[in-house]
Structure formats: C-alpha cells, structure tokens
C-alpha cells in the first residue's frame, strides 16, 4: 500500500494565524481526502483533494477556512486559516489507490491553537 | 444522513479472550465497509475491508462481518494480546465519491 508522509507531525499556533499541513505519497493514488480528528472524538471528512481543480467540500467546511490544493497525484496541501482554539485537532490525509481499496491514513497533523 | 454508531465505548478484557467489537449503521445503501486501529497519538491502520457484496473477511487473528441488509459489522479479535489495545474505528463507504463516515470507535484494553 503507499506510504503517506504528513508534515508537520504536530505544531502549536498563535490564534489567527494561518498554518499548512503537506501530504506526500510515495506512489501516484486516485483519491486523496482530507479528515478531521477534534479531541476526544471520531473523524470528519473536510473535503475531497482534486487533482487541478478546486476541492470538493463536506457540509460545514468552507473554502475560505480550509483551503485545499492538489497539483499533482502524489501531493496535496490543507491550510487551516484565521486559527482558533475551536480548530485544535488532529488533521489526517487518506488516499485510495485506486477503486475497491482501502483507504490508508497518514500519521496525522496534531495542531493546538493557544 | 449516514450514522455509525459503535457498542461499547470502551471494553476491557484478560488476555487471551476473544474480543466482540460491534458497528451498526443507519443507510444500507454502503459501498464497503472498512474497519481501521488507532494507537495512541498515531494515525489510522487498516485492518479489514469488506465489499458490500461480501458476508466477512479474514486476516490472522481477525475476522470481520457484514450484515447490510440490518446494518451491521462485527469484528472478532481471536485469542487477545496486550499489544491489541487500541480504539478500533468502523467506517462505512458511501455509494459514490468513497467518502467515509466513522463511527466514534470502541477503545480496548488486554490486560497481561
């Protein structure tokens, strides 16, 4: 399965700063998402990365404070803007080879805002 | 709307028990359904995937079921080891866009 790399591991922020997150895979995939771990609960889906186009956004994620990008098959990028302690969460990028796979995670962003 | 929900919370049990761990979701209409571990401060391992047209899967010591038509999976952890524990997530494939829905997770404790 590929091997996804996720930097920064953690970061603490100043709120109203603005922070983003790399996701690296190590072989070209289909899909790439990006999910949501807040404190002490499950994962949300934020948005589908699509390669050269804007990405697809789950209900309650916005454009403006997620902004996403993906240029190419193995790479895509979350920022996480104008930050809050409300924002303070685990951010985990996922990919699915290809159709009828499981999708793997990468370790995870741990992101506290002061 | 798709809801994954999880029983128990938390489970925690001797070594070498059999572990019962249980999802139930609310939309039959899934593509597959994926059972991942989470270790502290990691991300996410896959385990199982089963197809929404398959009955279970198997690795090793684990064995996954489905029921779509009653909305439910279970996974089987044969024969528990203290390196088991970790908060076991299910989540449910959505027919169109592999989009998954997770359920809060049941955290598991082996003691030696």
């Known amino acids: 399965s590929a091997v996804i790399s996720q930097k920064p591991s953690r970061d603490i922020c100043q709120r109203g700063t603005s922070l983003t997150i790399q996701c690296q895979v190590d072989s070209q995939v289909t899909m790439m998402f990006w999910y949501r771990q807040q404190p002490g609960q499950s994962l949300t889906l934020i948005a589908t990365a699509n390669q050269g186009s804007e990405a697809t956004y789950e209900s309650g994620f916005v454009i403006d404070k997620f902004p996403i990008s993906r240029p190419n098959l193995t790479f895509s990028t979350l920022t996480v803007s104008n930050m809050s302690p409300e924002d303070s969460s685990i951010y985990l990028c996922?990919?699915?080879?290809?159709?009828?796979?499981?999708?793997?995670f990468g370790d995870g962003t741990r992101l506290s805002i002061l | 709307k798709q809801e994954v929900t999880q029983i128990p919370a938390a489970l925690s049990v001797p070594e070498g028990e059999n572990l019962v761990l249980n999802c139930s979701f609310t939309d039959s209409a899934i593509y597959n359904l994926q059972w991942f571990r989470q270790d502290p401060g990691k991300g996410l391992t896959s385990l199982l995937l089963?197809?929404?047209?398959?009955r279970e899967q198997t690795s090793g010591r684990l064995n996954a079921s489905l029921d779509k038509s009653s909305g439910r999976s279970t996974l089987y952890i044969a024969a528990s080891q203290p390196g088991d524990s970790a908060t076991y997530l299910c989540?449910?494939?959505?027919?169109?866009?592999?989009?998954?829905?997770f359920g809060g997770g049941t955290r598991v404790l082996v003691k030696p």
């Open positions: 996922s990919v699915i080879d290809r159709g009828n796979q499981p999708q793997h």
């Open positions: 989540a449910v494939d959505r027919v169109v866009g592999n989009k998954l829905t």
């Open positions: 089963i197809q929404s047209s398959q």
